[in-house]
C-alpha cells in the first residue's frame, strides 16, 4: 500500500504560480509512473502530467509550456511546477502513482486562479 499526500494548492491570480507537491510513503524510485490529473466541476478527470520510470514526461496540450514535472527521489516526491496560470486551470488536481498494475491517489488539492 501507498498513501500520497499533496500540498501546494491554492489561489492565485492569472498569470502566477504554483507548486504542487505529493509526497509517497514508500520510495518511488521503482514505480512504473506518477504524476497529475485535475477534475474541473462538471468535467472529467483529465491528465495533466506524467512522468515514468525512466525519465521521459508528457503533458497535455492545454499545459504545455506552462507546467513542469519532476521528482526528488530522495525525498519520494513528485512536484508540478504550474506557471502562467489561467482561469481554465481551476481544478481539483489529484496525484497518482502507478507501480505493479495498482494505481494509488492522492486526496486532492485545490487550484484556483481568478482573472
Known amino acids: 500500500q501507498v498513501q500520497l499526500v499533496e500540498s501546494g494548492g491554492g489561489s492565485v491570480q492569472a498569470g502566477g504560480s504554483l507548486r504542487l507537491s505529493c509526497a509517497a510513503s514508500?520510495?518511488?524510485?521503482?514505480?512504473?509512473?506518477m504524476g497529475w490529473y485535475r477534475q474541473a466541476p462538471g468535467m472529467q478527470r483529465e491528465l495533466v502530467a506524467s512522468?515514468?520510470?525512466?525519465?521521459?514526461?508528457n503533458y497535455a496540450d492545454s499545459v504545455k509550456g506552462r507546467f513542469t514535472i519532476s521528482r526528488e527521489n530522495g525525498k519520494n516526491t513528485v512536484y508540478l511546477q504550474m506557471n502562467n496560470l489561467k482561469p481554465e486551470d481551476i481544478a481539483v488536481y489529484y496525484c497518482?502513482?502507478?507501480?505493479?498494475?495498482?494505481?494509488?491517489w492522492g486526496q486532492g488539492t485545490q487550484v484556483t486562479v481568478s482573472s
Open positions: 497518482y502513482l502507478a507501480r505493479w498494475g495498482t494505481i494509488y
Open positions: 512522468l515514468t520510470s525512466d525519465g521521459r514526461s
Open positions: 514508500r520510495s518511488i524510485s521503482s514505480v512504473n509512473a
